[in-house]
């Protein structure tokens, strides 16, 4: 299939990106210069930054580096720590809210001080916002759902109404609510391994709901708000997930069918738990995520359906 280059608007335009060097990130910048866009990163280490990313792209380590009389035309804030690891202990639950909700905040506190203000912000957020579902036949959750009493819904929120101050200063806000990212990085490879091993089934029960996205279609939904940013409004929460809504055992099973794999050994729900704790329920739970929005508005999915999607990575 042939991939069209990326529009986000006006060619010369200023970008600044948090979270550049990471798997969506990098792919992003390399996307926006190829559209003749300038990119500001933000990375905590400039020097890999630059070596990642070329020298076509600017390197700063905070928002304190930019001049009150800096030009940004769009932020794109994909900045932070992975969510699915250590146990979220106090000290844990912190450096995530850091690595999101300070970060975010300090953005937004430069956005108040520079004279020329960003016409948009795109700003990450997570399906986790509207908490979890239990297995069997979840009702489909629209960008009007409400979230839980949850750890991970409440960072969301915590996250999303940081980016939203910025609408204070007369930026547009679209906060993105990515699913499960599909792509040659970010989860997908090791969620792969099992099933390239044999060893890969449903995840206990299987029935949990998983929603996700390609990465190509996450940049293209970016490039098209950035562009539909420039004549209306995109205010507001976004999902970024396919049409289609799988279950995990459908998941690993059209995953294994691709690669040739058996999928038939199950992996029960105690010994996450144990491992893991609350964070358990991001794999045990789920949800399943609609983008009632983009699809409203008319964004046309490249890869709606999961085996097209899995198919052209690998």
């Known amino acids: 299939m042939a991939i069209e280059p990326l529009r986000f608007g006006t060619p010369g335009q200023t970008v600044l990106v948090t979270g550049a060097t990471g798997f969506v990130g990098h792919q992003l910048v390399a996307a926006l210069l190829a559209d003749g866009q300038r990119v500001i990163a933000m990375s905590r280490d400039t020097a890999r930054a630059a070596r990642q990313l070329g020298g076509g792209v600017r390197c700063v380590m905070t928002a304190a580096e930019l001049a009150a009389t800096e030009r940004v035309d769009i932020v794109v804030n994909l900045a932070g720590a992975r969510i699915l690891g250590p146990r979220w202990t106090a000290k844990r639950r912190a450096a995530l809210r850091a690595s999101r909700v300070a970060l975010t905040n300090r953005l937004v506190d430069w956005i108040a001080t520079a004279q020329h203000k960003p016409r948009l912000m795109l700003s990450a957020s997570a399906i986790g916002y509207y908490g979890v579902q239990p297995q069997g036949a979840p009702v489909p ?96 929460a976004w999902n970024f997930t396919a049409p289609q809504c799988v279950t995990q055992k459908a998941f690993t099973a059209t995953a294994a069918r691709l690669l040739h794999r058996p999928a038939l050994l199950p992996t029960p729900a105690w010994p996450v738990r144990l491992l893991l704790g609350e964070q358990a329920d991001l794999l045990l739970e789920g949800q399943c995520v609609v983008p009632a929005r983009l699809q409203r508005e008319g964004f046309d999915f490249r890869y709606p359906g999961l085996e097209a999607a899995l198919g052209s990575l690998l």
């Open 141 to 236: 959750l629209t960008e009007e759902s409400p979230p839980q009493p949850v750890f991970m819904s409440q960072l969301c929120q915590e996250w999303e109404a940081a980016a939203q101050r910025a609408a204070q200063h007369g930026v547009q806000v679209a906060t993105m609510r990515f699913g499960l990212v599909l792509g040659h990085g970010g989860a997908l490879p090791a969620m792969l391994m099992p099933v390239k091993l044999g060893a890969g089934g449903p995840l206990g029960g299987g029935r949990q709901a998983m929603s996700w996205i390609h990465v190509d279609d996450l940049l293209r939904a970016q490039a098209w708000l950035a562009q539909r940013g420039e004549r209306t409004s995109v205010q507001g």
